[in-house]
């Protein structure tokens, strides 16, 4: 039988080939930046890992090195899905992800996919994500295996090539030049930051200036009102750039003056940017900086006064409107809210609209119907408005508010909405509701939680107070707010974590 010419050169392709892919995916997982801006340089550093793994590898016993080996490799396959998770993260909440706390953020990812593109298809895409991610990890072991066996059988090699990289990296160091990628101690340190982030917000918790104060010394200015913190879905600064967004609310200002209402309009810097809502509320809620899970968890088992647990104490009745929430949320006890309701207990008989399944106006009216109209307690309600969430889909039409019903009448708008048009239905029925149903005991108070999805710079939102009795406005005229309903380039910029005392002491007695 007569030798085959092109089996050895191509089983020599193939090997080279199975070679190379598995250098590139030990590179990327060991040098590709977690904000996904990967240029050639990324992949001129020297992974710090390598150097030491690698001598490592070669001084084992062969049996021993068929063990660590795969171990090795399920890491860098692991690290390779963290870099894509962080590339992920940083596209659409401006970060890269913290396994620390990040990992429950996948629940409402998937939550938000079936609002998106239904369950069938959900279930099918995260099967196919659950697969790949396995398929990095067994990939990451087969790569350094195959990478190693390659060192062993050319030991000289390996060997002359880590020494002088080695060297390369010492004297890049000395001199200052930053040349060398540690990911695996960068992902570990921040692990460990993380926690011990967790225990100073913790210390950070126990001292509240207002913890004490008796309610009949909270709020007292505002004795009688009806104070409604309303959080508009991805309203942020970058919603001030678009005209329609504009001509709505200055239409509206006019309008509510016009009407004997006058307004205050500032930017908050919020917690979070693209996602995440809840930590926004919470920062502002709590008066603590809240930028992640693990804060947020620390958080809601406390004790710690909110605002709306402040305007309880002092008398109020208080409400939570959160129409996004499908299943129970413990957290509304947090809050100290009186009542609470959620998708199942507002009555929604309407279309639905991607994920925002309530519109803002249904939302609105459920709220005035059953905690507002006829006697009552003053309420204090925060309450959320779903209708601009991403991924700003069809819009619900404004009806007259008489005409709610059921919200079957909330037909779509017909067309497929952008950002800026989703955000303009939210202000408008803000200002409709105002209209119609605002009186001299009415408070409102709303702001964005975060600037929208999409890599927006900076983490500012607009927020307005909205009276018709003049005395609440002068009560905070050393705030230095704006007046109308949007704030200008120059208007103050406040961390949302300092709106919970000011406010406080704005309207009540300040704290001894």
């Given at each position: 039988?007569?030798?085959t010419?092109?089996?050895?050169?191509?089983?020599?392709?193939?090997?080279?080939?199975?070679t190379?892919?598995?250098?590139l995916?030990?590179a990327?997982?060991?040098?590709?930046?977690?904000?996904?801006?990967?240029?050639?340089w990324?992949f001129?550093?020297?992974?710090?890992?390598a150097?030491v793994?690698v001598?490592v590898?070669?001084?084992?016993?062969?049996?021993a090195?068929r063990?660590?080996?795969?171990?090795?490799g399920?890491?860098?396959?692991?690290?390779?899905?963290?870099?894509?998770l962080?590339?992920?993260?940083?596209?659409?909440?401006?970060?890269?992800?913290?396994?620390?706390?990040?990992?429950?953020s996948?629940?409402?990812?998937?939550?938000l996919?079936?609002a998106e593109?239904?369950?069938?298809?959900?279930?099918?895409?995260?099967?196919?994500?659950?697969?790949?991610?396995?398929?990095?990890v067994v990939?990451?072991a087969?790569?350094?295996?195959?990478?190693t066996r390659?060192?062993?059988?050319?030991?000289r090699?390996?060997?002359r090539?880590t020494?002088?990289?080695?060297?390369?990296?010492?004297?890049?160091?000395?001199?200052g030049?930053?040349?060398?990628?540690?990911?695996?101690?960068d992902?570990?340190?921040?692990?460990?930051?993380?926690?011990?982030?967790?225990?100073?917000?913790?210390?950070?918790?126990a001292?509240?200036?207002f913890?004490?104060v008796?309610?009949?010394e909270?709020?007292?200015?505002?004795?009688?009102?009806?104070v409604?913190?309303?959080?508009?879905?991805?309203?942020?600064?970058?919603?001030?750039?678009?005209p329609r967004?504009?001509q709505?609310l200055?239409?509206?200002s006019?309008s509510?003056?016009?009407?004997?209402?006058?307004s205050r309009?500032?930017?908050l810097t919020s917690p979070?940017?693209?996602?995440?809502?809840?930590l926004?509320?919470?920062?502002?809620?709590?008066?603590?900086?809240?930028?992640n899970?693990l804060?947020?968890?620390?958080?809601?088992?406390?004790?710690?006064?909110?605002?709306?647990?402040?305007f309880?104490?002092?008398g109020?009745r208080?409400a939570?409107?959160v129409?996004?929430n499908?299943?129970?949320?413990?957290?509304?006890?947090?809050?100290?809210?009186d009542g609470?309701y959620?998708?199942?207990?507002?009555g929604y008989?309407?279309?639905?609209?991607?994920?925002?399944?309530?519109?803002?106006q249904?939302?609105l009216?459920?709220?005035?119907?059953?905690?507002v109209?006829?006697t009552?307690?003053?309420?204090?309600?925060?309450?959320?408005l779903?209708?601009?969430?991403?991924?700003?889909?069809?819009?619900?039409?404004?009806?007259?508010w008489?005409?709610?019903?059921?919200?079957?009448?909330?037909?779509?708008?017909?067309v497929?909405?952008?950002?800026?048009?989703?955000i303009?239905?939210?202000?408008?029925?803000?200002?409709?509701y105002?209209?119609t149903y605002?009186d001299?005991?009415?408070?409102?108070i709303?702001?964005?939680?975060?600037?929208?999805a999409?890599?927006?710079?900076?983490r500012?939102?607009?927020?307005?107070i909205?009276a018709?009795d003049?005395?609440?406005?002068?009560?905070?005229?050393?705030?230095?707010?704006?007046?109308g309903?949007?704030?200008?380039?120059g208007a103050?910029v406040w961390?949302?974590?300092?709106?919970?005392?000011?406010?406080?002491?704005?309207?009540g007695?300040?704290?001894?």
């Amino acid at each position: 039988m007569e030798p085959t010419t092109t089996a050895l050169p191509g089983r020599r392709v193939a090997a080279l080939a199975v070679t190379a892919a598995a250098c590139l995916l030990v590179a990327f997982a060991l040098l590709a930046p977690n904000d996904g801006r990967i240029t050639p340089w990324s992949f001129a550093r020297i992974p710090v890992e390598a150097l030491v793994a690698v001598p490592v590898l070669l001084l084992l016993p062969a049996r021993a090195r068929r063990v660590v080996a795969p171990c090795l490799g399920a890491a860098v396959g692991l690290l390779a899905l963290l870099t894509i998770l962080d590339i992920g993260f940083n596209s659409a909440l401006g970060r890269p992800f913290h396994p620390a706390f990040d990992w429950r953020s996948l629940g409402p990812a998937v939550e938000l996919l079936v609002a998106e593109v239904g369950r069938a298809a959900t279930i099918v895409l995260v099967v196919v994500a659950a697969v790949i991610a396995v398929g990095l990890v067994v990939a990451g072991a087969a790569a350094v295996m195959r990478l190693t066996r390659v060192a062993v059988e050319h030991r000289r090699a390996a060997t002359r090539t880590t020494m002088a990289l080695g060297l390369v990296w010492i004297a890049c160091a000395v001199s200052g030049v930053q040349v060398a990628a540690a990911v695996t101690y960068d992902r570990v340190h921040q692990g460990g930051a993380d926690f011990q982030d967790q225990r100073r917000f913790a210390a950070d918790m126990a001292v509240d200036d207002f913890r004490d104060v008796p309610g009949d010394e909270l709020l007292t200015t505002l004795r009688g009102k009806n104070v409604v913190v309303a959080f508009v879905e991805s309203y942020g600064r970058v919603a001030l750039g678009y005209p329609r967004i504009n001509q709505v609310l200055a239409a509206g200002s006019r309008s509510l003056h016009a009407a004997g209402f006058g307004s205050r309009s500032a930017f908050l810097t919020s917690p979070t940017s693209g996602g995440t809502s809840w930590l926004a509320h919470a920062t502002l809620q709590s008066g603590l900086w809240v930028d992640n899970q693990l804060r947020y968890d620390t958080l809601v088992k406390s004790d710690r006064l909110t605002l709306s647990g402040a305007f309880r104490r002092a008398g109020w009745r208080t409400a939570g409107v959160v129409p996004a929430n499908t299943k129970d949320w413990p957290g509304h006890k947090f809050y100290g809210f009186d009542g609470y309701y959620d998708s199942r207990d507002i009555g929604y008989r309407g279309p639905r609209f991607s994920f925002e399944t309530i519109p803002d106006q249904f939302t609105l009216a459920t709220f005035h119907r059953k905690e507002v109209a006829g006697t009552h307690a003053p309420v204090m309600a925060e309450i959320d408005l779903v209708s601009s969430h991403w991924p700003w889909g069809s819009v619900p039409r404004l009806v007259s508010w008489s005409d709610v019903g059921d919200g079957r009448t909330l037909g779509r708008s017909g067309v497929r909405a952008g950002y800026a048009d989703s955000i303009a239905y939210s202000l408008r029925t803000l200002i409709s509701y105002a209209q119609t149903y605002g009186d001299d005991d009415l408070v409102l108070i709303f702001l964005g939680d975060h600037q929208p999805a999409g890599g927006q710079s900076g983490r500012d939102v607009p927020i307005t107070i909205l009276a018709r009795d003049a005395r609440v406005l002068d009560e905070i005229a050393g705030w230095g707010w704006e007046r109308g309903l949007r704030p200008g380039q120059g208007a103050p910029v406040w961390p949302m974590d300092a709106f919970r005392d000011r406010f406080l002491t704005a309207f009540g007695r300040p704290p001894a």
